[in-house]
């Protein structure tokens, strides 16, 4: 399997199509997930092209792990959260849609369960959630 440049993550990489980013470094961008299954739900995903964690380099995976923990961080901070569950789909037949690699970083809540996928957000809700992590990673 190889990676294609035209997916949707490569596309916000290179802004082309717009997201609501929280945190980027050279090696790794954090933005928020458009159909939320938790409110402040991130993606952190490499700069570089890598389809999934199968074809990552180590450089790669190491990376997101440490954007992963900031974001997590900046999460439990922002929403006032008990903890954390990070999620991460390898291929059509692991879960994957999106073929660039990325982690779901979402905050929990004591007794709250994920809300089901595919639900859109609203943009301001998305953009007020954000703009929360953003002041808590600042
Ligand atoms: P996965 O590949 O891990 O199953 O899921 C891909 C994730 O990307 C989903 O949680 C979905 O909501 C999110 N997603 C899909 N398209 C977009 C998009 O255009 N922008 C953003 N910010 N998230 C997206």
Known sequence: MSYDNDNIFAKILRSEIPS??????????AFMDIM???DGHVLVI???????MLDATP?????????????????IKAFNADGTTLQQFN??????EVFHLHYHVLPR?????????GTMEKPELLKEHAEKIRQALS
């Open 109 to 117: 809540h004591e007794g709250i369960r994920l809300r089901p996928p």
């Open 46 to 52: 490499p700069k570089g092209a890598a389809r999934n």
């Open 20 to 29: 609501e980013r929280v945190y980027e470094d050279d090696a790794t961008l």
């Open 59 to 75: 450089e790669q995976l190491a990376a997101c792990l440490v954007t992963v923990q900031k974001i997590a961080h900046a999460q």
């Open 36 to 38: 939320p299954r938790a």
């Open 91 to 96: 291929e059509a037949a692991g879960g994957q």
